[in-house]
Nanobody
Framework: EVHFVESGGGLVQTGGSLRLSCAASGFTFDDYSIGWFRQAPGKEREGVSC????????NVADSVKGRFTASTDNAKSTIYLQMNDLKPEDTAIYYC????????????????WGQGTQVTVSS
């Protein structure tokens, strides 16, 4: 059974940085896709990134492009999201999830995700 545990969230001022981690267990880093999405109170889920190992390509949402970088450390079974130049609109719970895809401008997540980690950016 695939299990993800996100961590690294917190309270940061506008312009600050955070690095989120996602520890994976029961997950095989072979021919996989994995990414991040976020959800703010009262708003719909928003895809942030999706990495596909077959294409070796990470798709990053326009809203965070140039500020957020997703990466994986297969040896540590951990996925990261480096977030720089944070803005109040980045405030949300962030989740990592597998089986993602990006199609016609929309992210889809078909697999599992963890409990999320809260990111709050103060103005």
């Amino acid at each position: 059974e695939v299990h993800f545990v996100e961590s690294g969230g917190g309270l940061v001022q506008t312009g600050g940085s955070l690095r989120l981690s996602c520890a994976a267990s029961g997950f095989t880093f072979d021919d996989y896709s994995i990414g991040w999405f976020r959800q703010a109170p009262g708003k719909e889920r928003e895809g942030v990134s999706c990495f596909n190992s077959v294409d070796d390509y990470t798709n990053v949402a326009d809203s965070v492009k140039g500020r957020f970088t997703a990466s994986t450390d297969n040896a540590k079974s951990t996925i990261y999201l480096q977030m720089n130049d944070l803005k109040p609109e980045d405030t949300a719970i962030y989740y990592c999830a597998d089986k993602c895809t990006f199609y016609n401008g929309v992210y889809y997540f078909y697999g599992s995700w963890g409990q999320g980690t809260q990111v709050t950016v103060s103005s």
